[in-house]
């Protein structure tokens, strides 16, 4: 909430956080990173995330997965980094500090990974007969 004004002036959708070497998580949502095909998550000294859990179920027969810690020189040289959380879902992040990530654009794992989320809840929504 202290930095939601300044948050707001820099055009950013969420705050992330870091302790200068390894990153956490963002405020209101749980961070991911892409790098060589791999999908990375930290688990532990987070609070955990159903939409983070939930993405992993989805991404696992997909492609690699690590839940471990991610370093700051990680996020700023992954191919995708992306945040998960319950009123946003899965949201691509395509700069971080004003700086692209890759090329700046969603890359080829968010696309596919988004499409597989929506029909995991959408699967979810029909099986309790429309209720969330």
């Known amino acids: 909430m202290r930095l939601a004004d300044a948050m707001r002036a820099a055009g950013a959708i969420d705050v992330l956080y870091h302790d200068g070497a390894h990153v956490a998580e963002c405020a209101r949502s749980a961070l991911a990173i892409v790098q060589d095909g791999t999908l990375v998550t930290r688990r532990e000294g987070v609070l955990a995330s159903v939409s983070m859990a939930q993405l992993l179920v989805v991404a696992r027969p997909r492609m690699p997965v690590e839940e471990r810690a991610i370093t700051l020189e990680e996020l700023h040289a992954a191919d995708e980094v992306r945040s998960t959380g319950a009123v946003r879902g899965v949201v691509p992040i395509v700069?971080?500090?004003?700086?692209?990530?890759?090329?700046?654009g969603v890359g080829p794992h968010a696309r596919a990974l988004f499409a597989a989320f929506a029909a995991h809840v959408d699967g979810y929504v029909a099986a309790r007969g429309g209720r969330r």
């Open 95 to 104: 700069a971080i500090d004003g700086r692209p990530v890759a090329g700046g």
